[in-house]
């Protein structure tokens, strides 16, 4: 029976509860669409791990080739192909470019082929052959056929790559790939003792279904955790799978904000459709309905109305991932494809559903528990009521949703953090409107009848205040979070980091060399500031105080902001305290220190693995372990973008292992660098020069693109804000049409009505700037400084300038929804009350 009734009142096009679709079309369509982009996402780097690794197993060492002996025990499992990764410069005439080269054995890809250009899958060049990437060939002006210079040895360029199966697992670089045989590095001495160079030597499983990780386990067990870096085809791209897990959980996190502020819209919407059928539910219970039975009622209708706009947005989600794939562009780290991920559309239909059932439970519970006579008086005499009738299911619905996040969390102290911010923002907006409406009922009454009738609609019984205030201090918290994070980046970018960036970095400068390298670099280019570091490249293997050291192989879980203790990381040793650093606990050595090994650890990773002054540290350098007393911690600004270690020894600690120098070259403003370059690349032609210029312009264009990434993320908030406002507005339509009707009727003309809208909305915009500028700065603050690491550096004027471009959006679809008010005919709106 009470579905008969429902579906008999239920129109066929949701008559009334449409705000309450829309709401949940836009909340569940950005779950959705998120959800769907990354579960296709995660599905590709799962299915094409072996490709994009090119092996079942990858094993890396730096400075240094496997042993015959490591070889010997990989041929055990399957076909093996080894190779070497470092950074080149390939010249043609004055005309150079750095690369990333991968050199590769004839074995190679154990999975895939290499697509050049012209349509060829192949494999390894043959030797003396060379495929470059379009970018560096463009640079060189080269075609397949010409021959260029790698390292000073001449090289014919075969092809032009298209698709690289193994660039995704290959990390950062400083220049596009060039692809060469083995030989190559050997014979360009790029191997050199010192050099810095990687050896990548992957294989290939006889036996498909063997377990990478057993096999993994085997290989440390025989050679020691310290012997090489370890991956495996489960996870071919760590760092990639760990962006798309922060980047779905944020975007998701987004999504669900829009959702929640979206329902505050469902529950003015059930408000305002209820309200409408007050009369309906009184004659109900005249007629001897049960408070039970108006529960199942309209409890049936909302329920249908949230599953079809739950499942239009789950449509809409699906069919808009493509889109916002396209959008995303260079931000994703694989095609995606177009795949539907049923546990992610299952999750975003929960959320939904959940937060209908949250938000629309309170205006149900009113009408549930009042008599009927109290529903015939409530347009005069508003509803109230107690809490404990909505408590149990609203409480019930708000822990099932924190639940699914925190499951669903890459990151659950993130989520946790961000749900308590969300019901903090929520707790300050409700005392802001609940301040709102006391400030209004004790302030003087003003003269003009249309500015004392918007003050007095403020507080009167039944205002819609509270809900005005939520859905403009989102909406205009928004605008400024939106404002305050694009105007940073920008100037974080565009300002600070070019000021601050050397002009050129420098690799693999022979030791004995540094003063001709120097010499060079002033008279082409005289006036220019040169800092040369020695580099290599080491393990921290232990820590701690020196009698119970802590092995990094026995940690089952390296914390987040331990990175130093995840493989190899680049060393040096100084005599004075390096340039960007200072000293903030213990004392450096003496220039001509010669006593115990000393090192200086980061201020910020000895808080974090819990080291001090005294302790000690083992590092493996080329298969050697070297063990330093600590003797001083620094503070290192990173934002200097020069050469920053987190360990650096005393000369005598490192000073005798076979190494290079790193240099980094400052030109002075307004001296040219054109010859520069090409007379380092003949000069060094084992060294790796590279132009900070086209980095800096990449990191512009990736910080554009996450940029519009959280425009069109904040733009989903924006749009629940908007479908709010309209949820308020119609939640007070039946009043408002009352208060309009009996002004009309006194006398008040149309421009009258209006100017009393813009009266009640400007007097709550304007308490809310103040707030929302206040919410605003402090997300985007901490997006900028906690997310990114970045200066705080906002655009105030532009601030202001989008806050108040909001304000005047937001009003005016506040009194676009209001005038369809202003046009009731008081005659029939007097018979309908």
Request: charged share 20%; proline share 5%; net charge positive.
């Amino acid at each position: 029976m009470a579905w008969k009734l429902a579906r008999r009142d239920l129109s066929a096009r949701f008559k009334g509860l449409r705000l309450l679709l829309v709401c949940l079309f836009l909340g569940v369509g950005a779950l959705a669409a998120i959800g769907t982009l990354t579960g296709s996402i995660e599905r590709e780097l799962t299915l094409r791990g072996r490709e994009m690794l090119g092996g079942d197993i990858e094993l890396r060492t730096w400075q240094r080739s496997l042993s015959d002996e490591e070889r010997a025990a990989l041929s055990r499992y399957g076909k093996v192909s080894a190779g070497l990764r470092l950074q080149a410069i390939a010249r043609k005439g004055d005309l150079t470019a750095p690369v990333a080269l991968k050199a590769v054995d004839a074995n190679w890809p154990l999975y895939g082929k290499l697509e050049l250009k012209d349509g060829r899958n192949l494999g390894a060049p043959p030797a003396g052959v060379v495929w470059l990437s379009e970018g560096t060939a463009a640079r060189l002006g080269v075609r397949p056929g010409d021959t260029v210079s790698l390292g000073g040895v001449e090289q014919r360029v075969g092809g032009l790559i298209a698709a690289d199966p193994e660039k995704l697992s290959e990390g950062f670089a400083l220049g596009d790939s060039a692809i060469s045989a083995l030989d190559l590095p050997e014979r360009a001495g790029l191997t050199q003792p010192g050099a810095m160079y990687r050896s990548a030597t992957r294989v290939k499983f006889a036996d498909p279904g063997r377990d990478p990780e057993a096999v993994v386990e085997a290989l440390d067990k025989r050679f020691g955790d310290d012997a090489f870096d370890t991956r495996t085809r489960n996870s071919a791209s760590p760092s990639t799978q760990r962006f798309v897990s922060r980047m779905s959980q944020f975007l998701a996190l987004v999504g669900l904000a829009a959702l929640v502020i979206a329902g505050i819209g469902i529950g003015g919407g059930v408000s305002s459709y209820l309200e409408a059928r007050r009369t309906s539910i009184a004659t109900l219970k005249v007629l001897g309905a049960t408070s039970r039975d108006i529960s199942r009622i309209y409890l049936l209708q909302v329920g249908a109305a949230a599953l079809a706009g739950s499942l239009a947005g789950l449509l809409a989600g699906v069919l808009v991932t493509p889109l916002l794939a396209r959008a995303l562009g260079a931000l994703l780290p694989v095609d995606t494809g177009f795949t539907v991920s049923p546990l992610a559309l299952l999750t975003a239909a929960g959320y939904g559903l959940l937060v209908a059932l949250v938000f629309a439970a309170p205006p149900l519970a009113r009408a549930r528990s009042f008599p009927a006579m109290a529903l015939m008086r409530a347009q005069v005499s508003p509803l109230g009521g107690g809490r404990r009738a909505w408590l149990l299911p609203v409480g019930l619905g708000l822990a099932a949703i924190a639940a699914i996040a925190l499951i669903n969390a890459a990151q659950p102290l993130v989520t946790l953090g961000f749900l308590g911010g969300a019901a903090l923002m929520l707790a300050i907006l409700a005392l802001v409107g609940l301040g709102i409406r006391r400030l209004a009922a004790a302030l003087p009454r003003p003269r003009d009848p249309m500015l004392r009738a918007g003050l007095a609609n403020l507080h009167r019984p039944g205002a819609q205040t509270g809900a005005l205030v939520t859905a403009l201090g989102f909406g205009l918290s928004a605008f400024v979070l939106i404002a305050g994070v694009q105007t940073s980046l920008d100037a974080n970018i565009r300002k600070t980091v070019p000021d601050r960036a050397p002009d050129f970095f420098v690799l693999d400068v022979p030791k004995a060399e540094g003063d001709r390298f120097a010499g060079i670099v002033e008279r082409q280019v005289p006036g220019s500031a040169v800092r040369m570091v020695p580099n290599m490249r080491g393990r921290i293997l232990a820590y701690g105080p020196k009698d119970r050291m802590t092995r990094v192989s026995d940690l089952k879980e390296i914390p987040e902001d331990a990175w130093a203790l995840k493989g190899e990381r680049g060393l040096t040793y100084a005599a004075r305290v390096p340039e960007g650093s200072t000293v903030t606990s213990g004392k450096w050595w003496p220039q001509d220190y010669r006593g115990e090994p000393l090192v200086s650890v980061d201020e910020k990773f000895a808080q974090t693995v819990g080291l001090k002054v005294g302790d000690s540290i083992t590092v493996g350098l080329l298969g050697v372990e070297r063990t330093a007393r600590i003797a001083a911690l620094r503070r290192i600004d990173w934002d200097t973008l020069g050469f920053n270690f987190v360990l650096v020894f005393s000369p005598n600690a490192l000073a005798d292992a076979p190494h290079n120098l790193a240099a980094t070259i400052e030109v002075p403003r307004g001296k040219s660098t054109a010859g520069l370059l090409p007379r380092l690349a003949r000069a060094f032609p084992s060294s790796s020069v590279i132009e900070t210029g086209s980095l800096l312009r990449d990191a512009r264009d990736l910080l554009d693109q996450m940029t519009l990434a959280i425009l069109a993320a904040a733009s989903v908030t924006v749009l629940a804000g908007l479908a709010v406002l309209f949820g308020a507005i119609a939640a007070a339509r039946a009043s408002r049409t009352y208060d309009n009707v009996i002004l009309r009727v006194l006398g008040a003309s149309r421009g009258q009505l209006l100017l009393l809208q813009v009266a009640e909305y400007g007097l709550i915009a304007a308490v809310l700037a103040v707030v929302a500028l206040g919410a605003g700065s402090a997300m985007a603050w901490a997006v900028i400084v906690r997310l990114f690491e970045f200066d705080w550096l906002p655009d105030w004027p532009r601030i202001l300038a989008v806050l108040a471009a909001g304000i005047v959006l937001i009003l005016g679809f506040a009194l676009a929804g209001s005038l369809p008010l202003l046009r009731a005919k008081p005659a029939r709106a007097l018979r309908e009350l």
